[in-house]
């Protein structure tokens, strides 16, 4: 299938790019770069500019012939959003109305969105199934549960699929060692920690160790970024082939701690990286643990390589290789 990949110059949209690739699709790539990279695109057409930009999306729908839209570009800061809940309200909720706007003026009728496990907020119940409450308590969990809405109505009213992915901790690099993690600026454990093993910073903070845990620090699912860029292949062939709309939890359906986090880093890196003890950060939940049931059934979807030990020292590769992320990649 030809497929507009949005987003598709980012760390997830971009192992999406070659997922589709190494399957026989087409990807095209929409992003503006404002915080992707043109060397992470490869051998993929990349046009440059924004999803707003109606013009543009409805000729690059008629010149590549888009069968498909797999929509990535979003701001992703959950501090950030609750600051400057507007900013996250444009970008990631109204910038896809525009796009399902343009999708339908041009005929394209399948969509795949990025969407989260922060749509759940604090869920009582663990391992969480996509069944549970959908609360989100913060502005960027909120702004994509919106558009899983919308999508859920056209889907119901018009020639129109959807597959809204809620993605839990995203880790790792490709296989190939040439795509990775790189975000300005950064906040995620993985990442953070590296930069700390490789000497870019002093320590690494663990965000709270009262927390009803076994160890004390919050406990996430982390999914290998190749297991979750290889589901949204399967999501799309499931619409192509008739298949229904729906939203999918994507996580590997067990949990890890920061500290397990930590001390497996140690391991893959030899290096010392030092921790101190933080106050917890505002907004994070103790524990968040996907069932993934549901994409298992309904696309045979598995993570095959979504075991700790995989997706870290996939990030080590990574890091260890690019110290200073696409500024180090080969152009
Ligand atoms: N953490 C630390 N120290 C750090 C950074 C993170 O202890 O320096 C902790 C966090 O408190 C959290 C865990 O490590 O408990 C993971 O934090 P990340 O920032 O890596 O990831 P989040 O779980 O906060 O965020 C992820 C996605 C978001 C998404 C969110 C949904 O990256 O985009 O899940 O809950 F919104």
């Known amino acids: ?20 690739i190494e399957a026989g699709h087409t990807p095209i790539v929409l992003d503006s770069l ?24 409805a000729r690059a729908c008629r010149q590549f012939s888009i069968e498909a839209v797999m929509h990535f570009a ?65 502005v960027y969990g ?34 190939d060692g040439t795509i990775g993690e790189d975000h300005n ?14 000497g870019k910073r002093k320590s690494i903070s663990i965000f709270g160790d009262d927390y009803d845990t076994p160890d004390g620090t919050c406990v996430r699912d982390y999914i290998h970024v190749w297991d979750l860029a290889k589901a949204h292949v399967k999501a799309m062939e499931h619409l192509a082939n008739g298949g229904a709309s729906g939203a999918f939890n994507l996580g590997a359906g067990n949990g890890h701690s920061v500290r397990e986090i930590i001390e497996c880093a140690r391991r893959a890196s030899g290096a010392a990286i030092p921790a101190e003890i933080k106050p917890r950060r505002a907004g994070d939940p103790a ?15 598995r993570p095959e390589i979504s075991d700790l030990k995989s997706i870290v020292g996939s990030a080590w590769q990574w890091h260890s290789t690019h110290p200073d992320g696409y500024a180090d990649a080969e152009l």
């Open 1 to 20: 299938m030809n497929v507009l990949v949005t987003g598709g110059a980012g760390y997830i949209g971009s192992h999406a790019v070659r997922a589709l």
């Open 34 to 57: 404002e915080h992707g990279h043109a060397a992470s695109v490869g051998e993929a057409e990349l046009i440059l500019g924004n999803v707003l930009d109606h013009e543009l999306v």
């Open 74 to 138: 979003a701001y992703i800061e959950v501090g950030e959003s609750m600051v400057d809940p507007i900013k996250y309200y444009a970008n990631n909720t109204m910038s896809v109305l525009s796009l399902l706007k343009t999708m339908q003026e041009n005929g394209v009728g399948k969509f795949i969105f990025s969407s989260t496990a922060a749509t759940y907020g604090q869920s009582e119940k663990v391992p969480i199934a996509e069944d549970a409450p959908l609360a989100p308590i913060n």
């Open 142 to 175: 909120h702004s994509k549960l919106i558009v899983e809405q919308v999508c859920s109505w056209l889907a119901r009213q018009t020639e129109f699929g959807f597959i809204a992915l809620r993605y839990f901790n995203a880790g790792g690099a490709h296989p």
């Open 185 to 198: 600026p950064e906040s995620h454990l993985i990442p953070l920690v590296f930069q700390t093993a490789l």
């Open 287 to 301: 524990v968040l643990v996907a069932d993934p049931g549901r994409a298992f059934e309904t696309f045979n979807w």
